[in-house]
């Protein structure tokens, strides 16, 4: 799912402070096309690398972090972390300006006092069009405490470790480590909050944890231009078709069939964005015909797809060689 929404990251700041300090962040959409150029949907996730610190959406209760904790805003809500609960500030929306230097862009904030934190900030680019499930599975918030000592909390430790110093270190190639950083964080960091949910949690992540539906999404993912019908998804699960379908239309929100469907959009989507042409990718994604696929594209998407395709891919440069 990662590979086809097109996950991209990027470490965008590094803030040495210094109590009292506080800092907002507004809407991602406000901010993607700065910090995130293309990309349609910004995830920004917070890393406490020193001291400690206070989190939250905008008007909602706010979490103590501490050194080690991770704070992600998957929805791309407006939130705030300051030194101290209730604190608010007007987003500096030059902050965010993409800069000519390399990232992350480094400050010192606050107020001069003894409480002092380090907290790297990282922004996550990824598709939401057509099809995107993960994003509607996940809450407006997820925090990680560095509390648990389990194995996945030391591998999340040693990423972090490996942010900090190379956030610090101007080395060339620094910025695109970073970045494979963020994104390898993240995907830990989702796997954690995978294995946290609770038994009777639905939706398209408890799906992939289901040992049915799970193994009906492994399918589908991997072989995407099968035929398939729910009996014979069913019959690879080892139950009914009619348990199938209940089961799963219950867990992720979709019969199989029509979740398949728009799989195959989503798959479609990334190759037409990367140029491909129309009857390949209909042939890629698994239809016999090029017109069946420009149909069904257009029902599910809303576009034709050479118009997608048209409006997705840039158009040449006319400049001098």
Known sequence: MLRAVRLTGAVYFDFELSSPWVAQAPPSREIAATVMPGAERVIEYHLIARGACWGQVVDQQPIRLNEGDFIVFPQGDAHILSSAPGMRATPDMSLFARPITALPLVYELGGGGSDRARIVCCFLGCDERPFNPLLAALPEV???????HDAATGWLATLLNIAVRESGSARAGSENILARLSELMFVEALRRYLEA???????????????VVGQALAAIHARPTEAWTVERLARLVGVSRSVLAERFTEMVGQPPMQYLALWRMQLASRLLAEGGQVAAVAAAVGYESEAAFSRAFKKLVGQAPATWRREAVPAPSNAPR
């Open 142 to 148: 997820i925090h990680l405490s560095a509390a648990a």
């Open 197 to 211: 949910l609770p038994p009777t949690q639905t939706g398209w992540l408890a799906g992939v944890r289901d040992p």
